[in-house]
């Protein structure tokens, strides 16, 4: 695998000395899906910023096939950008929406460009609605235009600003599903911003969390989520229940009313309630040493009662050590 | 809720159509000796306006406020753009273009006619200069005429492109410069195409005034310059002949709608 984008030492501060980003160093690989993971304000949209040429770092470089795009303005830069709003351009048709590339960026004779247009509109199934405007588009359509406004100028790195979070919950699911299939068929390097930890685990081929415009960690999605570096990776990534310093999903958190017999970790604990999800139910208990414990178990394990008498166990395998 | 509206309507009634129907009614009457207006019922005024002097009048007024217009929007497109990007200075700057607004029309008209005679500052300053031998005829005449209704109503093409400027997404400038536009490719396919509603009001806001403006082609055409404003002026003061500038404002009046009535509907197909 070829390393296509390199960030070294990424920083970026303001007049008003607040630090956006602050030494971000990373590695993207040809074609994977790498997602840059972080609560709102972690500087991980100013690090896609700073990707595009939107805004200059104050230091740190980014290189693009190994050359540095010190200087070189957007329109000089072999990626593109998906926006938070699509950003489409309201006076223009979607063909026009997505020639708009073809044109300036790409000089390329009209057959060609055409050809493009035709496939890129395919691609993201909105072939007979070249000459609808945006405002005439669904919100899911909108999305696709600016896909397929992007993907169609065939870029070395895809930089999607949060494109899932403009759509309505149920279809975003849906979209996610797409976008990652879409993103293997042609095969380009995307960088995914995104706040929301199951997108982020669900679709990348690693991911890299955010806080406070530094890198935490850049892991698989396996890696993050269970051998979290640091104790914000771990809370940021789901729940865990703090014990005495080591972190305990609440997936792998068990209960039951007989301690259990192997070389199991377990503490007596009093449940305090216990909440219906349908597929599974969430007990909070409280243990003798005084920690709030959640254990997801499965529904059909039975229900627990208020104010029961319950040992919390889980294997030692199971626990988040986070070294600082 | 319908007797909530009453006033506005007592005021429309009052204030519009009342007016209006003085007008109709005027232009339609014979004129009194000493100005005003008197019976028979007459529609000579308007066999009148078929005269080719009034036409001619007419058309030079469209011209004038044609120029003035797309001077307007020459100076204002530009300074539309640099007030927007002008950040913590935008307030400043969008004052100074309303401060002439505090002073009289009239007062600044006057001010344009020091700056343009003979013996004033323009020319002063480049006979000294050893630019020009003698004078240059800047004052009374079209060009004087389209320097004050391009300064009087530069604001009202200003305010509405701004305030259209304002709007954009930025995210939508920055897409863009991100799919290859330079510069200059964003102004001219996004920003100006994107202003269109503001260039269209501001243009209407511009055009309308000007076409009847009296004021200033009094003034700094010197009474050289013959516009529809004048022509209408004229009937009510010197020529005392309401009826026909009554006649002469309703022409004026119904060539504007028209004007505005074939915008809208281009506004309406363009999807502008």
New interface residues.
């Given amino acids: 695998m070829d390393a296509v984008l390199e960030l070294r030492k990424l920083s970026k501060s303001y007049a008003n000395h607040h630090v956006a980003v602050s030494g971000v160093s990373l590695t993207l690989q040809q074609g994977e899906f790498f997602s840059l993971l972080g609560p709102s304000g972690c500087g991980k949209t100013t690090t896609l910023r700073l990707i ?3 805004e200059e770092p104050t230091d740190g470089d980014v290189l693009l096939k190994g050359v540095s795009l010190r200087g070189l ?3 000089a830069r072999n ?3 998906v ?3 699509y ?5 223009m048709t979607v063909r026009e929406n997505i020639e ?2 073809l ?4 000089q390329m004779r009209t057959a060609e460009r055409e050809k493009r247009v035709a496939d890129a509109l395919g691609m993201v199934r909105l072939t007979g609605k070249e000459s609808r ?1 945006p405002a005439q588009l669904s919100g899911g359509e909108r999305q696709r235009v600016a896909l397929a ?2 993907l169609v ?1 065939e870029p070395d790195v895809l930089l999607l600003d949060e494109p899932l979070s403009a759509l309505d919950p149920n279809l975003r699911k849906q979209v996610r599903s797409e976008l990652k299939s879409l993103q293997r068929r042609v095969g380009i390097t995307f960088l995914f911003i995104t706040h929301d930890q199951e997108e982020a685990l669900s679709l990348s081929d690693r991911i890299g969390v955010m806080n406070q415009g530094r890198l935490e960690q850049v892991g698989t999605p396996q890696e993050v989520y269970l051998r979290p570096r640091t104790r914000f990776v771990a809370d940021f990534l789901g729940t865990v229940n703090w014990i005495n310093g080591v972190g305990v999903r609440p997936e792998a958190t068990r209960i039951s009313y007989q301690p259990p017999g192997g070389g199991e970790r377990a503490v007596p604990a009093v449940v305090e309630s216990s909440l219906f999800l349908g597929n599974c139910l969430h007990i909070r208990t409280r243990l003798i040493t005084g920690e709030p414990v959640v254990a997801e178990v499965s529904r059909l394990n039975g229900s627990y009662g208020r104010g029961e008498t319950v040992h919390v166990w889980w294997h030692p395998q199971d626990e988040i050590i986070c070294p600082q | 809720m319908r007797l909530c509206l009453l006033p506005a309507a007592v005021l429309i009634l009052l204030l519009f159509v009342a007016p209006l129907v003085i007008v109709c009614a005027y232009s339609l009457l014979s004129r009194g000796a000493y100005g005003g207006v008197g019976l028979p019922w007459s529609a000579e005024s308007y066999t009148r306006l078929f005269d080719p002097l009034y036409a001619s009048i007419f058309v030079r007024s469209f011209v004038v406020a044609a120029i003035s217009t797309a001077l307007c929007l020459l100076l204002g497109f530009p300074l539309a753009l640099f007030i927007s990007r002008s950040g913590r200075r935008k307030n400043l700057y969008l004052a100074l273009v309303i401060l002439p607004f505090w002073t009289s029309f009239l007062v600044r008209t006057y001010a344009w006619m020091f700056l343009l005679r003979d013996t004033g500052l323009v020319n002063t300053l480049l006979l000294s200069l050893g630019i020009i031998r003698e004078p240059l005829p800047l004052l009374y005449n079209y060009g004087a005429v389209i320097v004050g209704l391009v300064y009087g109503y530069l604001p009202f093409m200003v305010l509405p492109i701004y305030a259209t400027i304002e709007r954009i997404d930025r995210s939508v400038i920055e897409a863009a410069a991100d799919l290859g536009a330079k510069p200059w490719t964003i102004l001219t396919q996004i920003v100006v195409p994107l202003c269109a509603p503001g260039i269209a009001a501001g243009s209407v806001l511009v055009f309308i005034p000007s076409l009847g403006a009296y004021l200033t082609p009094d003034l700094l055409g010197g009474g050289k310059t013959i516009l529809v404003g004048n022509l209408i002026q004229n009937q009510f003061t010197t020529a005392r002949d309401w009826p026909f500038g009554s006649a002469v404002s309703l022409l004026l009046m119904a060539l504007v709608m028209v004007l505005l009535l074939l915008i809208a509907r281009r506004n309406q197909e363009g999807l502008l």
């Fill in positions: 595009a040429g939107f303005p957007p329109y990626v593109s950008t926006f938070q709003n950003a489409l351009f309201p006076h708009f590339g044109r300036h960026k790409a405007f406004r992007s100028l």
